[in-house]
Protein backbone atom coordinates (compact mmCIF):
# COMPACT_ATOMS: atom_id res chain seq x y z
CA UNK A 1 0.00 0.00 0.00
CA UNK A 2 1.57 3.56 -0.41
CA UNK A 3 2.56 5.34 1.74
CA UNK A 4 0.25 8.72 3.25
CA UNK A 5 2.00 11.96 3.89
CA UNK A 6 2.43 13.43 6.84
CA UNK A 7 -0.66 15.77 6.47
CA UNK A 8 -2.63 13.16 6.43
CA UNK A 9 -5.30 12.69 9.33
CA UNK A 10 -8.09 10.37 10.08
CA UNK A 11 -11.19 11.12 9.03
CA UNK A 12 -12.96 11.10 12.10
CA UNK A 13 -16.00 13.55 13.83
CA UNK A 14 -13.83 16.40 14.55
CA UNK A 15 -12.33 16.27 11.04
CA UNK A 16 -16.14 15.93 9.70
CA UNK A 17 -16.79 19.08 11.79
CA UNK A 18 -14.09 21.14 10.65
CA UNK A 19 -12.41 19.84 7.36
CA UNK A 20 -11.26 23.00 6.34
CA UNK A 21 -7.61 23.59 8.19
CA UNK A 22 -7.12 19.89 6.58
CA UNK A 23 -7.86 21.63 3.10
CA UNK A 24 -5.61 23.83 3.18
CA UNK A 25 -2.70 21.47 3.80
CA UNK A 26 -3.36 19.48 1.51
CA UNK A 27 -4.15 22.00 -1.33
CA UNK A 28 -0.69 22.88 -0.40
CA UNK A 29 0.63 19.47 -1.01
CA UNK A 30 1.15 17.48 -3.53
CA UNK A 31 -1.76 17.71 -6.37
CA UNK A 32 -2.36 14.00 -5.85
CA UNK A 33 -1.91 11.90 -2.44
CA UNK A 34 -2.58 8.36 -0.92
CA UNK A 35 -5.30 8.71 1.93
CA UNK A 36 -5.82 5.15 3.18
CA UNK A 37 -9.21 5.91 4.61
CA UNK A 38 -11.54 6.55 1.60
CA UNK A 39 -12.70 2.80 0.34
CA UNK A 40 -9.66 1.71 2.26
CA UNK A 41 -7.31 3.58 0.25
CA UNK A 42 -7.43 6.09 -2.67
CA UNK A 43 -5.51 8.48 -4.83
CA UNK A 44 -7.06 11.92 -3.26
CA UNK A 45 -7.04 15.46 -5.63
CA UNK A 46 -8.16 18.49 -4.09
CA UNK A 47 -6.77 21.96 -6.78
CA UNK A 48 -9.75 23.23 -8.58
CA UNK A 49 -8.30 23.03 -11.84
CA UNK A 50 -7.44 19.26 -11.21
CA UNK A 51 -10.65 18.29 -10.06
CA UNK A 52 -12.00 20.23 -13.50
CA UNK A 53 -9.14 17.66 -15.72
CA UNK A 54 -9.54 14.37 -13.38
CA UNK A 55 -13.33 14.34 -14.54
CA UNK A 56 -13.27 15.43 -17.90
CA UNK A 57 -10.56 13.18 -18.51
CA UNK A 58 -13.03 9.85 -19.82
CA UNK A 59 -10.20 7.86 -21.41
CA UNK A 60 -8.93 7.15 -17.93
CA UNK A 61 -11.66 7.41 -15.48
CA UNK A 62 -15.01 5.22 -14.97
CA UNK A 63 -17.98 6.25 -12.90
CA UNK A 64 -18.86 2.25 -13.39
CA UNK A 65 -18.45 2.08 -9.40
CA UNK A 66 -20.93 0.02 -7.71
CA UNK A 67 -18.91 -3.27 -7.83
CA UNK A 68 -16.53 -1.89 -5.31
CA UNK A 69 -18.97 -0.75 -2.83
CA UNK A 70 -20.04 -4.55 -2.04
CA UNK A 71 -16.22 -5.51 -2.67
CA UNK A 72 -15.10 -3.68 0.18
CA UNK A 73 -17.19 -5.84 2.46
CA UNK A 74 -15.73 -9.51 3.50
CA UNK A 75 -15.99 -12.28 0.54
CA UNK A 76 -18.84 -13.89 2.90
CA UNK A 77 -21.44 -11.41 2.01
CA UNK A 78 -20.85 -10.60 -1.36
CA UNK A 79 -23.54 -12.69 -2.26
CA UNK A 80 -25.81 -11.78 0.41
CA UNK A 81 -25.36 -7.92 -0.61
CA UNK A 82 -24.43 -8.14 -4.65
CA UNK A 83 -28.41 -6.89 -5.06
CA UNK A 84 -27.13 -3.47 -4.06
CA UNK A 85 -24.70 -3.54 -7.05
CA UNK A 86 -27.12 -4.50 -9.33
CA UNK A 87 -29.46 -1.67 -8.10
CA UNK A 88 -27.02 0.96 -8.10
CA UNK A 89 -25.03 0.05 -11.60
CA UNK A 90 -28.72 1.18 -13.04
CA UNK A 91 -28.94 5.01 -11.62
CA UNK A 92 -27.14 7.13 -14.27
CA UNK A 93 -24.69 8.35 -11.68
CA UNK A 94 -22.99 5.18 -12.17
CA UNK A 95 -23.22 4.66 -15.93
CA UNK A 96 -19.99 5.62 -18.16
CA UNK A 97 -21.00 6.99 -21.60
CA UNK A 98 -21.91 5.94 -24.43
CA UNK A 99 -24.87 4.30 -22.38
CA UNK A 100 -24.83 7.11 -20.18
CA UNK A 101 -24.86 10.15 -23.55
CA UNK A 102 -28.15 8.02 -24.36
CA UNK A 103 -29.62 7.54 -20.74
CA UNK A 104 -28.93 11.44 -20.04
CA UNK A 105 -30.58 12.62 -22.87
CA UNK A 106 -34.11 10.89 -22.29
CA UNK A 107 -34.11 12.07 -18.87
CA UNK A 108 -33.10 15.82 -19.45
CA UNK A 109 -36.87 16.87 -20.69
CA UNK A 110 -37.84 16.11 -16.99
CA UNK A 111 -35.08 19.15 -15.87
CA UNK A 112 -35.59 21.60 -18.71
CA UNK A 113 -35.98 25.37 -17.24
CA UNK A 114 -39.70 25.23 -18.57
CA UNK A 115 -40.44 21.99 -16.60
CA UNK A 116 -38.21 23.05 -13.37
CA UNK A 117 -40.25 26.80 -13.37
CA UNK A 118 -43.39 24.90 -14.15
CA UNK A 119 -43.02 23.28 -10.34
CA UNK A 120 -42.12 26.56 -8.51
CA UNK A 121 -45.76 27.28 -7.58
CA UNK A 122 -46.06 23.96 -6.17
CA UNK A 123 -42.69 24.52 -4.39
CA UNK A 124 -43.65 27.95 -2.74
CA UNK A 125 -47.20 26.15 -1.23
CA UNK A 126 -44.93 23.64 0.23
CA UNK A 127 -42.61 25.65 1.61
CA UNK A 128 -45.21 27.99 3.44
CA UNK A 129 -46.90 24.61 4.40
CA UNK A 130 -44.05 23.64 6.36
CA UNK A 131 -43.28 26.88 7.66
CA UNK A 132 -47.05 27.36 9.07
CA UNK A 133 -46.82 24.12 10.43
CA UNK A 134 -43.08 25.00 12.07
CA UNK A 135 -43.97 27.94 13.02
CA UNK A 136 -47.66 28.35 15.24
CA UNK A 137 -49.39 31.03 15.81
CA UNK A 138 -46.88 32.65 18.31
CA UNK A 139 -45.60 36.20 17.25
CA UNK A 140 -41.70 34.77 18.02
CA UNK A 141 -40.50 31.07 19.30
CA UNK A 142 -37.70 28.65 18.32
CA UNK A 143 -37.53 25.60 15.70
CA UNK A 144 -35.09 23.46 14.18
CA UNK A 145 -34.73 24.47 11.12
CA UNK A 146 -33.26 20.57 10.17
CA UNK A 147 -36.24 18.82 11.83
CA UNK A 148 -39.06 21.21 10.91
CA UNK A 149 -37.90 22.55 7.88
CA UNK A 150 -34.65 21.74 6.04
CA UNK A 151 -35.49 18.05 5.87
CA UNK A 152 -38.74 17.68 4.63
CA UNK A 153 -39.26 20.20 1.92
CA UNK A 154 -36.63 18.60 -0.64
CA UNK A 155 -38.17 15.05 -0.39
CA UNK A 156 -41.40 16.37 -0.68
CA UNK A 157 -40.83 18.47 -3.66
CA UNK A 158 -39.00 15.31 -5.67
CA UNK A 159 -42.10 12.97 -4.42
CA UNK A 160 -44.72 15.86 -5.55
CA UNK A 161 -42.38 15.84 -8.85
CA UNK A 162 -42.52 12.72 -9.11
CA UNK A 163 -46.29 12.21 -8.67
CA UNK A 164 -45.87 10.30 -4.97
CA UNK A 165 -49.23 11.60 -2.30
CA UNK A 166 -48.29 13.15 0.79
CA UNK A 167 -48.83 10.58 2.91
CA UNK A 168 -46.05 8.08 1.58
CA UNK A 169 -43.58 10.97 2.55
CA UNK A 170 -42.56 10.10 6.31
CA UNK A 171 -41.67 6.39 4.81
CA UNK A 172 -39.87 7.43 2.12
CA UNK A 173 -37.59 9.47 3.93
CA UNK A 174 -36.47 6.53 6.26
CA UNK A 175 -35.40 4.90 3.03
CA UNK A 176 -33.91 7.98 2.11
CA UNK A 177 -31.91 7.88 5.38
CA UNK A 178 -31.22 4.27 4.66
CA UNK A 179 -29.65 4.53 1.31
CA UNK A 180 -27.65 7.56 2.73
CA UNK A 181 -26.04 5.78 5.99
CA UNK A 182 -24.39 3.40 3.10
CA UNK A 183 -23.82 5.60 0.38
CA UNK A 184 -22.81 8.63 2.47
CA UNK A 185 -19.90 6.83 4.41
CA UNK A 186 -16.59 6.02 2.85
CA UNK A 187 -16.56 2.97 5.29
CA UNK A 188 -19.91 1.72 5.99
CA UNK A 189 -21.17 -1.56 7.57
CA UNK A 190 -22.63 -4.50 6.77
CA UNK A 191 -25.33 -3.76 8.68
CA UNK A 192 -25.99 -0.40 6.53
CA UNK A 193 -25.23 -2.30 3.45
CA UNK A 194 -28.46 -4.44 4.62
CA UNK A 195 -30.77 -1.59 5.50
CA UNK A 196 -29.74 0.26 1.98
CA UNK A 197 -30.64 -3.34 -0.23
CA UNK A 198 -34.31 -3.62 1.65
CA UNK A 199 -34.34 0.14 0.66
CA UNK A 200 -34.00 -0.06 -2.76
CA UNK A 201 -36.43 -3.32 -3.47
CA UNK A 202 -38.79 -1.48 -1.57
CA UNK A 203 -38.65 1.85 -3.30
CA UNK A 204 -38.41 0.13 -6.67
CA UNK A 205 -41.40 -1.72 -5.80
CA UNK A 206 -43.14 1.67 -4.96
CA UNK A 207 -42.14 3.41 -8.54
CA UNK A 208 -42.83 0.04 -10.42
CA UNK A 209 -46.75 0.45 -9.00
CA UNK A 210 -46.21 3.97 -9.44
CA UNK A 211 -45.31 3.86 -13.57
CA UNK A 212 -48.10 1.35 -14.13
CA UNK A 213 -50.62 3.81 -12.42
CA UNK A 214 -49.13 7.25 -14.80
CA UNK A 215 -49.03 4.63 -17.77
CA UNK A 216 -53.10 4.22 -17.53
CA UNK A 217 -53.45 8.21 -16.01
CA UNK A 218 -50.68 10.33 -17.62
CA UNK A 219 -50.25 13.68 -15.45
CA UNK A 220 -47.78 16.53 -15.61
CA UNK A 221 -45.38 14.76 -13.45
CA UNK A 222 -41.77 13.80 -13.95
CA UNK A 223 -43.09 9.96 -14.31
CA UNK A 224 -45.34 10.84 -17.07
CA UNK A 225 -42.85 13.28 -19.20
CA UNK A 226 -40.13 10.30 -18.32
CA UNK A 227 -42.54 7.58 -19.61
CA UNK A 228 -43.06 10.09 -22.97
CA UNK A 229 -39.28 10.46 -23.30
CA UNK A 230 -38.25 9.28 -26.66
CA UNK A 231 -34.27 10.26 -28.24
CA UNK A 232 -33.74 9.13 -31.78
CA UNK A 233 -36.20 6.22 -31.71
CA UNK A 234 -34.34 5.32 -27.90
CA UNK A 235 -36.78 5.40 -24.91
CA UNK A 236 -36.23 4.32 -21.21
CA UNK A 237 -36.83 0.72 -19.83
CA UNK A 238 -39.36 0.01 -17.17
CA UNK A 239 -36.18 -0.89 -14.84
CA UNK A 240 -34.56 2.28 -16.07
CA UNK A 241 -36.98 4.11 -15.03
CA UNK A 242 -37.69 2.96 -11.54
CA UNK A 243 -34.18 2.87 -10.93
CA UNK A 244 -34.03 6.80 -12.23
CA UNK A 245 -36.78 7.49 -9.85
CA UNK A 246 -34.93 5.94 -6.47
CA UNK A 247 -31.99 7.55 -7.79
CA UNK A 248 -33.64 11.41 -8.35
CA UNK A 249 -35.32 10.98 -4.99
CA UNK A 250 -32.05 10.03 -3.33
CA UNK A 251 -29.90 12.32 -5.10
CA UNK A 252 -32.21 15.23 -4.71
CA UNK A 253 -33.57 14.31 -0.84
CA UNK A 254 -30.01 14.79 1.91
CA UNK A 255 -28.35 17.48 -0.51
CA UNK A 256 -31.21 20.08 -1.03
CA UNK A 257 -31.84 19.68 2.70
CA UNK A 258 -28.39 19.96 3.58
CA UNK A 259 -28.00 22.70 1.63
CA UNK A 260 -31.04 25.05 3.18
CA UNK A 261 -29.16 24.27 6.26
CA UNK A 262 -25.98 24.85 5.53
CA UNK A 263 -27.02 28.11 4.23
CA UNK A 264 -28.71 29.40 7.38
CA UNK A 265 -25.32 28.37 9.27
CA UNK A 266 -23.67 30.13 6.84
CA UNK A 267 -26.13 33.21 7.11
CA UNK A 268 -25.67 33.50 11.31
CA UNK A 269 -21.84 32.57 11.54
CA UNK A 270 -22.16 35.86 8.98
CA UNK A 271 -24.34 38.50 10.41
CA UNK A 272 -23.39 41.36 7.96
CA UNK A 273 -23.89 38.88 4.90
CA UNK A 274 -27.53 38.39 6.83
CA UNK A 275 -27.97 41.98 7.24
CA UNK A 276 -26.92 42.66 3.02
CA UNK A 277 -29.48 39.72 2.05
CA UNK A 278 -32.23 41.65 4.08
CA UNK A 279 -31.34 44.83 3.14
CA UNK A 280 -31.35 42.99 -1.30
CA UNK A 281 -32.94 40.17 -1.42
CA UNK A 282 -31.95 40.12 -4.89
CA UNK A 283 -28.89 38.80 -3.91
CA UNK A 284 -30.30 35.21 -2.91
CA UNK A 285 -29.81 32.87 -5.72
CA UNK A 286 -25.88 34.69 -5.46
CA UNK A 287 -25.50 33.91 -1.81
CA UNK A 288 -27.20 30.67 -2.63
CA UNK A 289 -24.38 29.88 -4.64
CA UNK A 290 -21.79 30.97 -2.18
CA UNK A 291 -23.48 28.63 0.47
CA UNK A 292 -22.99 25.74 -1.99
CA UNK A 293 -19.47 27.09 -2.47
CA UNK A 294 -18.73 27.12 1.34
CA UNK A 295 -20.38 24.44 3.17
CA UNK A 296 -20.60 22.41 0.38
CA UNK A 297 -22.80 19.55 0.73
CA UNK A 298 -21.48 16.83 -1.17
CA UNK A 299 -17.66 17.25 0.15
CA UNK A 300 -16.17 14.46 -2.83
CA UNK A 301 -17.25 12.34 -5.65
CA UNK A 302 -15.04 9.66 -7.09
CA UNK A 303 -14.01 7.31 -10.10
CA UNK A 304 -11.91 4.23 -10.53
CA UNK A 305 -9.32 4.06 -12.79
CA UNK A 306 -9.96 2.28 -16.12
CA UNK A 307 -6.41 1.79 -16.54
CA UNK A 308 -2.50 2.13 -15.26
CA UNK A 309 -2.16 5.38 -15.98
CA UNK A 310 -0.07 8.68 -14.81
CA UNK A 311 -1.82 11.19 -12.90
CA UNK A 312 -0.32 14.16 -12.81
CA UNK A 313 2.89 12.47 -12.69
CA UNK A 314 1.68 9.77 -9.92
CA UNK A 315 1.25 6.05 -11.11
CA UNK A 316 -2.07 4.59 -10.23
CA UNK A 317 -3.37 1.09 -11.11
CA UNK A 318 -6.62 0.13 -13.06
CA UNK A 319 -8.93 -0.09 -10.47
CA UNK A 320 -7.85 2.69 -7.80
CA UNK A 321 -10.26 4.59 -6.02
CA UNK A 322 -9.74 8.51 -7.27
CA UNK A 323 -11.54 10.56 -4.92
CA UNK A 324 -12.06 14.62 -6.01
CA UNK A 325 -13.23 16.82 -2.84
CA UNK A 326 -15.41 19.26 -4.10
CA UNK A 327 -15.07 20.82 -0.43
CA UNK A 328 -11.59 21.52 -1.47
CA UNK A 329 -11.71 22.85 -5.01
CA UNK A 330 -14.39 25.54 -3.58
CA UNK A 331 -11.66 27.06 -1.27
CA UNK A 332 -8.92 26.85 -3.83
CA UNK A 333 -7.74 30.24 -3.24
CA UNK A 334 -5.87 29.78 -7.25
CA UNK A 335 -9.73 30.15 -8.28
CA UNK A 336 -11.23 31.84 -5.17
CA UNK A 337 -9.96 34.84 -3.36
CA UNK A 338 -10.19 34.98 0.21
CA UNK A 339 -11.98 31.76 0.20
CA UNK A 340 -12.68 31.34 3.84
CA UNK A 341 -14.91 34.72 3.54
CA UNK A 342 -18.21 33.68 3.19
CA UNK A 343 -19.60 36.65 0.81
CA UNK A 344 -23.04 36.40 -0.63
CA UNK A 345 -22.17 38.38 -3.70
CA UNK A 346 -19.56 36.62 -5.20
CA UNK A 347 -19.02 36.62 -8.59
CA UNK A 348 -17.74 34.26 -10.31
CA UNK A 349 -18.56 31.78 -8.31
CA UNK A 350 -17.30 28.50 -10.39
CA UNK A 351 -17.95 26.26 -7.15
CA UNK A 352 -17.98 22.70 -8.12
CA UNK A 353 -20.53 21.13 -5.75
CA UNK A 354 -22.92 19.94 -8.57
CA UNK A 355 -19.86 18.42 -9.92
CA UNK A 356 -18.26 18.50 -13.52
CA UNK A 357 -18.29 17.91 -17.24
CA UNK A 358 -20.41 15.19 -18.60
CA UNK A 359 -22.62 14.35 -15.07
CA UNK A 360 -22.73 17.69 -13.97
CA UNK A 361 -25.75 17.64 -11.33
CA UNK A 362 -28.72 17.27 -13.46
CA UNK A 363 -31.15 18.71 -10.93
CA UNK A 364 -29.12 21.47 -9.96
CA UNK A 365 -31.94 23.64 -11.17
CA UNK A 366 -34.55 22.38 -9.07
CA UNK A 367 -31.97 22.76 -5.96
CA UNK A 368 -31.30 25.56 -6.98
CA UNK A 369 -35.47 27.06 -7.23
CA UNK A 370 -36.25 25.04 -4.06
CA UNK A 371 -33.28 26.99 -2.14
CA UNK A 372 -34.12 30.20 -3.61
CA UNK A 373 -37.80 29.91 -2.54
CA UNK A 374 -36.81 28.50 0.64
CA UNK A 375 -35.12 31.90 1.49
CA UNK A 376 -37.39 34.06 0.13
CA UNK A 377 -39.98 32.43 2.45
CA UNK A 378 -38.19 32.39 5.50
CA UNK A 379 -36.58 36.37 4.78
CA UNK A 380 -40.13 37.06 4.47
CA UNK A 381 -41.62 35.78 6.96
CA UNK A 382 -39.39 35.71 10.00
CA UNK A 383 -37.75 39.12 11.16
CA UNK A 384 -34.93 38.25 13.85
CA UNK A 385 -33.13 34.63 13.52
CA UNK A 386 -30.25 33.50 15.90
CA UNK A 387 -28.56 30.34 16.43
CA UNK A 388 -29.40 28.96 20.19
CA UNK A 389 -26.20 26.72 20.13
CA UNK A 390 -23.18 28.09 19.61
CA UNK A 391 -21.29 24.59 18.91
CA UNK A 392 -22.83 23.48 15.70
CA UNK A 393 -23.37 19.32 15.59
CA UNK A 394 -22.90 17.86 12.30
CA UNK A 395 -23.82 14.13 10.97
CA UNK A 396 -20.90 12.04 10.81
CA UNK A 397 -21.32 11.66 7.33
CA UNK A 398 -18.25 13.12 5.15
CA UNK A 399 -19.38 12.88 1.75
CA UNK A 400 -23.01 14.07 2.71
CA UNK A 401 -22.18 17.65 4.87
CA UNK A 402 -25.00 18.53 7.32
CA UNK A 403 -26.34 19.25 10.35
CA UNK A 404 -28.05 16.98 13.13
CA UNK A 405 -29.64 20.43 13.97
CA UNK A 406 -30.32 23.94 13.92
CA UNK A 407 -32.08 25.47 16.82
CA UNK A 408 -32.69 28.86 15.91
CA UNK A 409 -34.77 31.29 17.72
CA UNK A 410 -37.20 33.96 15.45
CA UNK A 411 -39.71 36.76 15.70
CA UNK A 412 -42.12 36.67 13.28
CA UNK A 413 -42.71 39.51 10.42
CA UNK A 414 -46.11 41.32 11.29
C1 LIG B 1 -27.88 20.87 -3.38
C2 LIG B 1 -28.36 19.79 -3.97
C3 LIG B 1 -27.56 18.89 -4.85
C4 LIG B 1 -26.20 18.69 -4.93
C5 LIG B 1 -25.11 19.37 -4.12
C6 LIG B 1 -25.97 17.72 -5.98
C7 LIG B 1 -24.71 17.30 -6.38
C8 LIG B 1 -24.48 16.43 -7.41
C9 LIG B 1 -23.16 16.03 -7.87
C10 LIG B 1 -21.84 16.49 -7.27
C11 LIG B 1 -23.33 15.20 -8.91
C12 LIG B 1 -22.20 14.53 -9.73
C13 LIG B 1 -21.68 13.33 -9.01
C14 LIG B 1 -20.47 12.75 -9.65
O1 LIG B 1 -19.91 13.30 -10.61
O2 LIG B 1 -20.04 11.68 -9.18
C15 LIG B 1 -24.75 15.04 -9.11
C16 LIG B 1 -25.31 14.24 -10.08
C17 LIG B 1 -26.67 14.12 -10.24
N1 LIG B 1 -27.67 14.74 -9.53
FE1 LIG B 1 -27.42 16.10 -8.08
N2 LIG B 1 -27.18 17.32 -6.50
C18 LIG B 1 -28.17 18.02 -5.84
C19 LIG B 1 -29.53 17.93 -6.07
C20 LIG B 1 -30.11 17.14 -7.01
C21 LIG B 1 -31.54 17.04 -7.27
C22 LIG B 1 -32.61 17.89 -6.57
C23 LIG B 1 -31.70 16.09 -8.23
C24 LIG B 1 -32.95 15.59 -8.89
C25 LIG B 1 -34.17 15.91 -8.61
C26 LIG B 1 -30.38 15.64 -8.61
C27 LIG B 1 -30.13 14.70 -9.60
C28 LIG B 1 -28.87 14.34 -10.03
C29 LIG B 1 -28.65 13.41 -11.13
C30 LIG B 1 -29.72 12.73 -11.96
C31 LIG B 1 -27.26 13.26 -11.25
C32 LIG B 1 -26.50 12.35 -12.22
C33 LIG B 1 -26.04 13.11 -13.41
C34 LIG B 1 -25.27 12.22 -14.36
O3 LIG B 1 -24.67 11.23 -13.93
O4 LIG B 1 -25.30 12.54 -15.56
N3 LIG B 1 -29.44 16.27 -7.84
N4 LIG B 1 -25.43 15.82 -8.20
Not at 90 to 119: E, Y
Amino acid sequence: MPESPPFVAPIDRDFIADPYPHYRRWLQGPRVFWHPEFFGGSWVVTRHADIKALLRDLENISTEKTGSLVDQFPPQYHDELRDVDHYLARWLAFIDPPKHVVLRNLLKPGFTPKVVSSFRPRVEAITHQLLDQALGSGSEGEMDLVRDFAYQLPVRVVSAMLGVPDEDHPRFMQLMDDLAMFLGNANPTVEAARAAKQALYELTDYFRGLAAHRRANPGQDLISILLAAEDDGQVLSEEELYAQCVFFLFAGHETTSNLIANAMLCLLRFPEEMARLRSDPGLIPSMVEEALRYEGPMQYTFRLARRDFQLFGQPVKQGDVLVVVFGAGNRDPAVFPDPDRFDIARQPNPHLTFGYGLQHCLGAGVARMEAQVAYQALLERLDRIELVEAEPQWHDVYRFRGLRRLPIRYVRRQ
